[in-house]
Structures are given as structure tokens and as C-alpha cells.
């Protein structure tokens, strides 16, 4: 069986990284037999620039037929202020999918809590999961703009929660057990649900789950002071958003971050959480190893490739234990170098 994997480079240093994810793919699917394709198409600023919209009809086709979608990053200075922008192909590509679940892991490696702004006994440990729901809440209300008065409309359903909920569950059965859901019931409606709900599907379905509330605010403070003792934490997409962009620092760099959205299908998309970082886009300074990352989640959750993600996980922090890497994680490598080492090191 051969895999279609619809590529969409992007903006800024997405094409770089992506391009280093897309080698390091191609190499291990030769590696461990697996046949897999990539199919290019325009996105985001690029494809406003060509054809005048981020998520033009050929793409959105050929996303929606693909096994999987690897994404690079969308956006830059360039595209801001515009009525029509990069991000706004994005919103619209996890809603086209229905990618309800984004799982974004944030773990220290062995030998390299050095790289963690936190003190090393805080950093010690760390290995947590941030489930954030991605189609609902306040990206997805009814919104109104305007220079006087503006609002946007915050809504989740039940059937919204229970799904996202139930992957955070589940994927917590792999793990130690625990899920710390996160909200803001003292103040928000939509909280109160999301807390009542979840409790509900804990106590009927996985009794054997350790369940715990936090309100958002109390979150972003204990992920700085205590970060190991989370492991699975679930919320909504705002607050996803926010948190996990935090946790992503804990690893020493955002640049090391992976992220997979998933749906009903096996098909998902797979992305590094860094931003396109125009500054550096063209200068090889980027550090492929969030996008890298991200392509082992690919091979685990659409290819069901688990030996293959493995081997990508392993070089990559074998060869960061060497002390390869870009400036970012304290190395001298660019993109390429960095890239050719991390392929090295694949069995």
C-alpha cells in the first residue's frame, strides 16, 4: 500500500523545515519498507500571492484525498492587515478535515534539561501532553468587527467536548493514567459545561482515568513552577493555544515542538507549532527539529508506522545528546547540516 502525503510547505521558514521533515520521512520509509508520496500544493500567504487565496480548490482537494497532511507554517508581516490572510486557510483546513484533537507533547530528553530556562529541578522529568480542542470556542463563533465595538461568540457543545475528551482519555491509558482537564468555570458558561461533561464521561466510561480540574489562570502558573507533575492536559482551543505555546519553552525552544490534529479519520495534520519566522526564513538558521518531530507523529497516527516514528524520535534525541543542533539549542549546525546528522543516526 502506498501513502499520499498532501505537502504544504508554506510561508517564511516553512518551506525549510518542511522540506528537512519531507527528507528525513522519505529516508526512513525507505528504511523500514513503507511506501509513501508526496504531492505539493500552495498554501497560505504563498498561495494568496498566486491565485489570490491561503486555501485555494486544488489544495483543499487534494488535503481531503491525501493519507495525511504535513504542513511547514503559514503567515508574516507581509500578509497583515489584509482582509484576507494566511492564517484564515488554516482555520478553514482543520474545519474542511474536521482535526478536532490537536496533541501537542512537550518533553524534556535525557541529558539536555540544560536547554530549559527552568531551574534543574523543575525541568527534571518533564514528559506532558497538551489535548486541545481545535474547531470550536472562540476561533470558530459568530464574530463582529468594528473600531468602536467588536465581539466574538465563545460556543461548545456537548458532543464537541465528549470527543475531544474521550482522545484525551484514551491516550491517557498509554501513558500513567492522568488527565488534568483545564477551564475557566468560575467565570465562563461555556466552562461550566466543559467541566460538568468531562466529569460525567470519566466517571461513566473511564473509571480507571485519575481526573483533575484546574482553572486556566492556575494552569499557566503551575506548568512554570511544577511542570512534571502534569501528564495528559486536556482543554479548549483558546486556552490550548496560549498553554501550549508556554510548555513548548520548558524543552528549551519552540523550535523542538511537534504537533499532530487529528479527527474521526485516520488522516490528520502534522506540523511544527513554531511560527514562519521571517527574520530567518532563507538563512538556514531554522531548526527542523519541531517539523522533524512532526513527522514521526505523522508515521505513528495516519501510517500506523510506530517502529518508523520511534527511529525518528531516537535519532533526533541522540543527536541533540551529541550536541548537534542549530543556535536555538546552544549548536552551530543550519538546517541542512542538522538535518543530514538527524538522517545519520536512522537504523
Known amino acids: 500500500m502506498s501513502f499520499a502525503i498532501a505537502f504544504l510547505p508554506g510561508d517564511g521558514v516553512g518551506p525549510e523545515v518542511a522540506s528537512a521533515a519531507r527528507q528525513i520521512m522519505e529516508h526512513t520509509a525507505r528504511r523500514h519498507e513503507i511506501s509513501i508520496r508526496f504531492d505539493d500544493y500552495s498554501f497560505g500567504g504563498a498561495a494568496i500571492d498566486l491565485c489570490g487565496e491561503p486555501f485555494p480548490p486544488a489544495t483543499k482537494e487534494g488535503c481531503v484525498n491525501a493519507d495525511a497532511v504535513f504542513l511547514g507554517a503559514v503567515g508574516g508581516p507581509k500578509w497583515e492587515g489584509g482582509d484576507i490572510r494566511p492564517e484564515m486557510g488554516l482555520l478553514e483546513l482543520r474545519k474542511q478535515l474536521g482535526l478536532f484533537a490537536n ?17 534543574a529541578d523543575r525541568a527534571a522529568g518533564v514528559d506532558l501532553l497538551i489535548v486541545r480542542e481545535l474547531i470550536g470556542g472562540l476561533y470558530f463563533g459568530a464574530r463582529e468587527e ?5 465581539s466574538d461568540q465563545c460556543v461548545y457543545t456537548r458532543e464537541e467536548v465528549v470527543r475531544v475528551a474521550r482522545v484525551a482519555f ?11 482537564s483545564v477551564d475557566k468555570a468560575n467565570v465562563l458558561a461555556t466552562s461550566r459545561l466543559w467541566r460538568r461533561v468531562v466529569t460525567q464521561l470519566q466517571e461513566t466510561e473511564y473509571p480507571d ?6 482553572l486556566v489562570d492556575a494552569m499557566a502558573m ?3 513552577q511544577a511542570p512534571s507533575d502534569f501528564d495528559v492536559i486536556l482543554t479548549e482551543n483558546l486556552f490550548g493555544d496560549i498553554l501550549s505555546d508556554e510548555a513548548s519553552v520548558i524543552a528549551g525552544s519552540i523550535g523542538l515542538a511537534p504537533s499532530a490534529s487529528l479527527g474521526e479519520s485516520r488522516a490528520g495534520l502534522y506540523e511544527p507549532i513554531h511560527g514562519s519566522a521571517p527574520d530567518i526564513a532563507g538563512t538556514d538558521r531554522a531548526n527542523p527539529a519541531g517539523a522533524i518531530l512532526s513527522g514521526a507523529m505523522l508515521f505513528r497516527h495516519s501510517l500506523g508506522a510506530e517502529e518508523a516514528a520511534l527511529s525518528i524520535e531516537q535519532a533526533v534525541e541522540t543527536a541533540l545528546g551529541n550536541g548537534d543542533g542549530t543556535a536555538d539549542v546552544n549548536g552551530a549546525d543550519g538546517c541542512r547540516s542538522f538535518t543530514d546528522k538527524i538522517a545519520a543516526l536512522i537504523p
Open 103 to 119: 496533541l501537542r507533547p512537550t518533553r524534556i530528553m535525557p541529558g539536555l534539561d540544560h536547554l530549559s530556562p527552568l531551574r
Open 146 to 150: 468594528g473600531t468602536e465595538k467588536a
Open 170 to 180: 484514551e491516550t491517557a491509558r498509554l501513558r500513567s493514567g492522568r488527565v488534568t
Open 209 to 214: 482515568i485519575i481526573l483533575d480540574h484546574m
Open 222 to 224: 503551575k506548568l512554570i
